[in-house]
């Protein structure tokens, strides 16, 4: 994205949230969670970042992103709470939002007081491997659905990532939300993780070599 577009657009926002004629007790973002601009390689959390920095550090931010979010501590660090949709592909968009109303609700409240923890596997998940829907990353989508029904589990969310964004903070990550317990956010967050980790057999993409996917295209009807 160019960075006068992206400017123009946050500014935009930021103006608009600043206009509001009443007084905001929150503000939820749908943000994708994966856009690189010309000087942000993490530009989601660029935006999340100058709207704290407009709002104050006080408002809560609850943010939402998509399946593919490559999620940095930065962006965990701005935020109140993130959280992601659980399926790819995307059947559930519009739960994720009510989920993420839901939460602000609770907060503005003061029925929950939210930590959270991010854990990221040193792995990449390729694009291949991003059905959510059937093995091998079912049981790990089961598994945050079912932690969820904790008590104290405000969410959990594990994003594939989008390995086509060359970015340090490329790559699947696990976030877990939990009601003012961040040893517990990070045990489930470290535990969802290593079950992603366990999972590496099953996700390497046996592709051909150059010379040999070339064979394979001449010959192919």
């Known amino acids: 994205v160019l960075d006068s577009a992206f400017d123009t657009l946050t500014a935009e926002l930021i103006d608009r949230l600043k206009k509001s004629p009443k007084k905001l007790d929150g503000i939820l973002l749908f943000l994708h969670g994966t856009m690189v601009t010309e000087s942000h390689y993490h530009a989601d959390a660029e935006v999340v970042r100058r709207v704290r920095a407009a709002m104050g550090d006080k408002i809560p931010i609850v943010v939402v992103h998509d399946f593919h979010a490559n999620i940095s501590e930065e962006i965990v660090k701005l935020t109140t709470v993130l959280l992601t949709f659980k399926e790819c592909p995307h059947l559930d968009a519009r739960q994720a939002g009510v989920n993420a109303a839901r939460i602000m609700a609770d907060i503005v409240s003061g029925k929950v007081k939210p930590t959270q923890a991010l854990v990221k596997p040193p792995m990449l998940l390729n694009i291949l491997f991003h059905n959510t829907y059937a093995d091998p990353l079912l049981p790990i989508t089961d598994a945050s659905k ?66 040999e996917a070339v064979r394979q295209a001449m010959t192919n009807d």
Not at 176 to 190: M, S, Y
Not at 191 to 199: G, P
Request: net charge positive.
């Open 146 to 211: 079912k932690l969820e029904k904790q008590p104290k589990i405000i969410s959990a969310s594990v994003a594939g990532g989008y390995q086509y964004a060359d970015i340090p903070a490329m790559g699947p990550g696990v976030v877990v939300v939990t009601d003012n317990d961040p040893a517990l956010a990070k045990r489930e967050a470290e535990r969802l993780a290593a079950m992603l980790w366990a999972l590496r057999p099953q996700l390497q993409l046996k592709a051909p070599n150059p010379a």
